[in-house]
């Protein structure tokens, strides 16, 4: 929704709201079901069990076919290109691909109009832009295509968990970033539906201690098959039931968008009984991944896209290897991005699924350079690893670490009334375990923990650079 409509939303009564939303629901769904949706849907139905030969026979198709149209149509491409001595048949396998440089953020930013295909005009080509949590949002144009093949992918991640996504299909709750309810809200409901979608749709902003058992009443009484959210906020709402002994029964927990610990996943799958499926997809579009059945890790939808793993030499490294993520959308034709270097750091597992799919597992696919601490004496510390200090102290809500400089780290805490002196001690003993006694950890109790303006929520905070 648009400033001006969502200034007019913001003060009709809820149930004018609630009507709002589901008729806006009914325009967007023509941009997202439209076109060739159902035929990429079909497609991505019978592809997920095809043989490793024949998605990679796929991919190179469709990139020998992106290649010539970024020849002929978009000046970056015919540039580098040309620069390079390549015409597009010198570019028909995914080896092939290596013959072109990586693109950075700082080239999209510095070619922009150069990047955008001839074929389309900036004015009606669809827009989106990275999060920006760490530096300036950098916008990205996309085609009707490629917002058809995201959908396409979203609704193959909920057929794996079980449930059907169209419309008037199984129930569903969304708890994201949509500022349905007004901020200046400070009474339930903190809710809306989209009666359309059979969707209940939380707020993200109004979660706090107090009302938290507001949203688990609407849940029960809502009876959704399924919830869709941020692993932060999802896991605010199975910490509370854990603290309070109690359950809800969901067929499954969606989540994405924020990497999800293992801390999390544990309650949040035992609060509400339920398998979690992780899904992840690039802001820049270029790489979309799924969790299957078997819960084993992320697989990389190499319909959508390709997926390199490089080192900092832009040289493909072996499976198992960590290295940053390297992605080449093969359905953007209103900006192609290809060789795209993520902020994401991964490895592609050697070992691939039991589950009978041939694409391959991606591990730890959201952790990003920005989100690890690094030390004075160059150790690189991995969230994960801070996990564990938090696990016994049951007090604590929320939390989120924030490293100012090497020496210093704020850890904001959100914390019920049972938080003690013992729980303080606990952690600063476990935290100083693992990043050395040299490093100042100072405790600061919060009434909340501040979210991005998109809803979302991260753990870690690093001021200082990975120095690599
Ligand atoms: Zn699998």
Redesign the pocket.
């Known amino acids: 929704m648009d400033s001006p409509l969502k200034g007019l939303y913001d003060v009709l009564p809820v149930s004018l709201q609630n009507l709002a939303l589901t008729g806006f629901s009914i325009a967007l769904d023509k941009m997202r079901y439209g076109g060739e949706f159902q035929n990429i849907k079909s497609h991505l139905e019978k592809s997920q069990w095809h043989s490793e030969d024949e998605l990679i026979s796929y991919q190179e198709l469709k990139l020998s076919e992106l290649i010539k149209y970024c020849y002929k149509h978009v000046p970056y491409y015919t540039g580098v290109m040309n620069g390079l001595s390549l015409k597009p048949s010198d570019i028909c396998t995914i080896e092939d691909l290596q013959k072109l440089p990586l693109l950075t953020k700082d080239d999209i930013k510095n070619n922009f109009s150069a990047l955008l295909s001839d074929q389309y005009s900036y004015k009606k080509v669809k827009k989106g832009h990275t999060s920006g949590t760490t530096g300036s949002p950098l916008e990205i144009c996309y085609s009707d295509n490629l917002i058809h093949y995201n959908y396409a992918m979203l609704d193959r991640q909920y057929s794996w968990a079980g449930v059907n996504l169209a419309k008037h299909g199984d129930k569903v709750a969304v708890i994201r970033g949509n500022t349905i309810v007004p901020l200046n809200n400070s009474q339930p409901p903190f809710w809306r539906y989209n009666h359309y979608h059979n969707q209940l749709l939380l707020s993200s902003f109004h979660l706090k201690p107090s009302n938290i058992h507001y949203y688990l009443d609407e849940l029960e009484r809502y009876t959704p098959r399924v919830l869709d959210g941020y692993p932060s906020t999802v896991y605010v709402l199975a910490k509370y039931l854990d603290n309070n002994n109690q359950t809800l029964k969901l067929d499954s927990v969606l989540t994405s968008s924020e990497t999800l610990y293992d801390f999390q996943r544990e309650v949040i799958e035992k609060s509400f009984e339920c398998k979690i499926f992780d899904y992840f997809g690039s802001a820049e579009r270029v790489l979309f991944t799924t969790e299957?059945?078997?819960h084993?890790g992320s697989?990389i939808g190499m319909e959508y896209g390709i997926t390199e793993i490089c080192n900092q030499d832009g040289e493909c490294v072996i499976e198992n290897e960590i290295g940053t993520i390297v992605a080449t959308s093969l359905h953007n034709y209103a900006m192609p991005l290809i060789r795209y270097k993520t902020n994401d750091m991964s490895a592609i597992k050697k070992e691939r699924?039991?589950?009978?799919?041939k694409h391959p597992?991606l591990l730890d696919v959201t952790t990003k350079a920005e989100d690890m601490l690094t030390l004075r004496d160059g150790r690189i510390i991995s969230p994960s690893v801070l996990t564990h200090p938090f696990k016994p102290v049951t007090s604590i809500l929320e939390s989120q670490i924030i490293q100012n400089d090497y020496d210093n780290i704020t850890i904001k805490l959100n914390v019920d009334d049972k938080f003690s002196t013992h729980d303080k001690k606990s952690l600063l003993h476990g935290l100083s375990e693992r990043l050395g006694s040299d490093v100042n950890i100072k405790l600061e109790i919060v009434d909340e923990i501040k979210r991005t303006h998109t809803g979302k929520f991260k753990w870690v905070i690093s001021k200082v650079g990975l120095g690599i």
């Open positions: 299957c059945e078997n084993t697989h699924c039991q589950c009978g799919r597992l």
